[in-house]
């Protein structure tokens, strides 16, 4: 089984640009969360998705939107991007409510 | 809110044995535990879901304590691959169904010497 992918596995962007990240999940995966990892913070939830619906939201900003597709795979867009977006964003996916996430090996954003 | 978890961080010698706990403010649905080594994703280690059950393989196992919101990670006669940063993900008891919010601890790091 193919793992959870996760692209681009690195970024630079510059502060005020917008970026958007790709999951695809393990195949049979329909919840797909997102999660921000920093040093200082931790892992951070933002959105949890299952079929196609926005099941669960962090506290995060507005500029942090996401969506899932019907095949499963769920994109996250940040928008207006700022120094402190800098962080490892990760995918994480599981095949049912009573199971453990897969993550994937997550995007580093770097913003300058 | 997010998960409490203690120690912040552990020093063992192979063969010691370690517990980290992790306890929640809110009613919670299910607890996971995840290793995260140095560069890499997390990894699922087990799920326990709300009824008090222990869960374990080989030498690393977990309680649940549904009444008191507080997971414990139980790992006996440690290993140098035990090493890296445990987290607990609480997930919370929103309208009694699975999907309440997956929190995280801040993490528990763990390190196992020769």
């Known amino acids: 089984k193919a793992g959870v992918t996760q692209t681009p596995r690195y970024l630079i962007k510059t502060r005020g640009q917008q970026v958007t990240l790709s999951c695809s999940p393990i195949s049979g995966h329909r919840s797909v969360s997102w999660y921000q990892q920093t040093p200082g913070q931790g892992l951070q939830f933002l959105f949890e998705y299952f079929s196609e619906t926005q099941r669960n939201k962090g506290n995060f900003p507005g500029r942090f939107s996401g969506r899932q597709f019907s095949n499963s795979r769920s994109e996250m867009n940040v928008s207006t991007l700022e120094l402190g977006d800098s962080a490892l964003y990760l995918c994480?996916?599981?095949?049912?409510?009573?199971?453990?996430?897969?993550f994937g090996s997550g995007t580093r954003l770097t913003v300058v | 809110q997010q998960p409490v978890q203690s120690p912040q961080a552990v020093i063992l010698r192979e063969g010691e044995d370690a517990v980290i706990n992790c306890s929640s403010s809110k009613a919670l649905y299910s607890v996971h535990w995840y290793r995260q080594k140095h560069g890499e994703a997390p990894v699922f280690l087990m799920i326990?879901?709300?009824?008090?059950e222990q869960k374990g393989h080989d030498k690393i196992s977990a309680s649940f304590n549904e009444k008191k919101q507080q997971s414990s990670l139980y790992l006996t006669a440690s290993q140098l691959s035990y090493s890296g940063t445990y987290f607990c993900?609480?997930?919370?008891?929103?309208?009694?169904?699975?999907?309440?919010?997956?929190?995280f601890g801040q993490g528990t790091i763990l390190t196992v010497h020769p």
């Open positions: 993900g609480m997930r919370d008891n929103a309208g009694g169904t699975s999907y309440g919010k997956l929190t």
């Open positions: 994480a996916t599981r095949e049912d409510p009573n199971y453990g996430y897969t």
């Open positions: 326990l879901l709300k009824g008090g």
